[in-house]
T-cell receptor
Framework: DAGITQSPRYKITETGRQVTLMCHQT?????MFWYRQDLGHGLRLIYY???????DKGEVPDGYVVSRSKTENFPLTLESATRSQTSVYFC???????????FGPGTRLTVL | DAKTTQPTSMDCAEGRAANLPCNHSTISGNEYVYWYRQIHSQGPQYIIHGLKNNETNEMASLIITEDRKSSTLILPHATLRDTAVYYC????????????FGKGTTLSVSS
C-alpha cells in the first residue's frame, strides 16, 4: 500500500532496554522526520533527515539514535529506554516540491 | 520561526461554518502560514497553506489579513468528523523544514 507506515503501533518495554521504532514510506520522499507527542504538548521534533545518510538533530534528540541507509526507511532507536520516553511517536515525510508533511499513524510507546 | 497564538477551544454546530483564528504578529516576509489538524489518536493531517493571498481547497479556506499578522481557517460546513485539534504553524519556505507545533485549538462540532 502506498503511504507512510509505522511499526509497531503499540509497544511496552522496560527501563534500560533498547527499542527500535520503524518508519517506512513508499513515495521516495527526500525528507523524513520523527516527532514525539506528550500529553498537554504539541509535537516536538526529535530528528530529521534530508536524504539517505543525512540526518540532523531536532529539538529533543537526547536518548535517541537514527539512521537512514535507504530513502524509504527511517528507524528511530532508543538506546536505553527511560520512563520519560513514554510517548506517542510520529514519523513524517515530505518531498522537495510539496511542502506539506505526511504523517504516519503513530507508535504508542510505554516504558515501565 | 514566528510564534502563533490560537484559542484553546471552540465549539461549532454541525452544518455551520467554523472559523478558527490565529495570530502570528511576528511573521516575516518569506514565512508561510500552514494549518494542520489532528483527529484523536491519529497523525496530523495537512489542510492548507498560504503566503499572503487567500487560499481555498476542497477542505477549507484560508484568509490572511493584509498585514499578515493574523489568519482565519474556515471550514464552510463543519461535520462531526471535523472535531479535532487544529494547529496554525508559521514556517519558512525551505522544503523539508520541520514544523513547530503549538497546542492548537480543539474544535468540537456537535449536532
Amino acid at each position: 500500500d502506498a503511504g507512510i507506515t509505522q511499526s509497531p503501533r503499540y509497544k511496552i518495554t522496560e527501563t534500560g532496554r533498547q527499542v527500535t521504532l520503524m518508519c517506512h514510506q513508499t513515495w521516495s520522499h527526500s525528507y523524513m522526520f520523527w516527532y514525539r507527542q506528550d500529553l498537554g504538548h504539541g509535537l516536538r521534533l526529535i530528528y530529521y533527515s534530508a536524504a539517505a545518510d543525512i540526518t540532523d538533530k531536532g529539538e529533543v534528540p537526547d536518548g535517541y539514535v537514527v539512521s537512514r541507509s535507504k530513502t524509504e526507511n527511517f528507524p528511530l532507536t532508543l538506546e536505553s529506554a527511560t520512563r520519560s520516553q513514554t510517548s506517542v511517536y510520529f514519523c513524517a515525510s515530505s518531498d522537495e516540491s510539496r511542502w506539506e508533511q505526511f504523517f504516519g499513524p503513530g507508535t504508542r510507546l510505554t516504558v515501565l | 520561526d514566528a510564534k502563533t497564538t490560537q484559542p484553546t477551544s471552540m465549539d461549532c454546530a454541525e452544518g455551520r461554518a467554523a472559523n478558527l483564528p490565529c495570530n502570528h504578529s511576528t511573521i516575516s516576509g518569506n514565512e508561510y502560514v500552514y494549518w494542520y489538524r489532528q483527529i484523536h489518536s491519529q497523525g496530523p493531517q495537512y489542510i492548507i497553506h498560504g503566503l499572503k493571498n487567500n487560499e481555498t481547497n476542497e477542505m477549507a479556506s484560508l484568509i490572511i489579513t493584509e498585514d499578515r499578522k493574523s489568519s482565519t481557517l474556515i471550514l464552510p460546513h463543519a461535520t462531526l468528523r471535523d472535531t479535532a485539534v487544529y494547529y496554525c504553524i508559521v514556517r519558512g519556505n525551505q522544503a523539508g523544514t520541520a514544523l513547530i507545533f503549538g497546542k492548537g485549538t480543539t474544535l468540537s462540532v456537535s449536532s
